[in-house]
T-cell receptor, first 111, second 114 residues
């Protein structure tokens, strides 16, 4: 079992829809969780990060972590065509280890 | 502020040939990473440097891959000889430290081995 599991999609939604992207993880030692966005033929860029269970909001994006069920979510409100990208979730153990990435979910937002 | 710079962006070689990738991290970032990203997969760590020291190279195939980070700034990743299965994107990233997970990635070097 991979440490971080993510449905690769692809996921296609109409503009303005609410998008829900999800990951599960198996390593209880993860201390923080990240969401990276990767446009085609570009490197990943950090979108959101959380260090504890609960929600964190940044504009149209909300990251949610449920450590009891080892579940990570990213919600995108009022999705835009410019949100079309691959979204990578990752878990990290701080100084004891490196980021472990999921496979990524490819999202397409249609105008 | 300049981001992480990688070169070349694209490289096509025949199998058994050598290839090298170069990375210049963000100024002041002590931690440098090389990741491998296969098509449809997330990045997988090859090696992590803290300044000049390789502190995690457990996933680096040392029979054909090598890396160096002279003077704790630029880094080079080399493959010799390349195999068909090495076709992938090689991503370089840097961070201020390893404890936060806030990595800054370059655009990657896309390798095709024929």
């Amino acid at each position: 079992q991979k440490e971080v599991e993510q449905d690769p999609g692809p996921l296609s939604v109409p503009e303005g829809a609410i998008v829900s992207l999800n990951c599960t993880y198996s390593n209880s030692a993860f201390q923080y969780f990240m969401w990276y966005r990767q446009y085609s033929r570009k490197g990943p860029e950090l979108l959101m990060y959380t260090y504890s269970s609960g929600n964190k909001e940044d504009g149209r994006f909300t990251a949610q972590v449920d450590k009891s069920s080892k579940y990570i979510s990213l919600f995108i409100r009022d999705s835009q065509p410019s949100d079309s990208a691959t979204y990578l979730c990752a878990g990290g153990k701080g100084s004891q280890g490196n980021l472990i990435f999921g496979k990524g979910t490819k999202l397409s937002v249609k105008p | 502020e300049a981001g992480v710079v990688q070169s070349p962006r694209y490289k096509i070689i025949e199998k058994k040939q050598p290839v090298a990738f170069w990375c210049n991290p963000i100024s002041g970032h002590n931690t440098l990473y090389w990741y491998l990203q296969n098509l449809g997969q997330g990045p997988e760590l090859l090696i992590r440097y803290e300044n000049e020291e390789a502190v995690d190279d457990s996933q680096l195939p040392k029979d054909r891959f090598s890396a160096e980070r002279l003077k704790g700034v630029d880094s080079t990743l080399k493959i010799q000889p390349a195999e068909l299965g090495d076709s992938a994107v090689y991503l370089c990233a840097s961070s201020l430290g390893v404890s936060t997970g806030e990595l800054f990635f370059g655009e990657g070097s896309r390798l095709t081995v024929l």
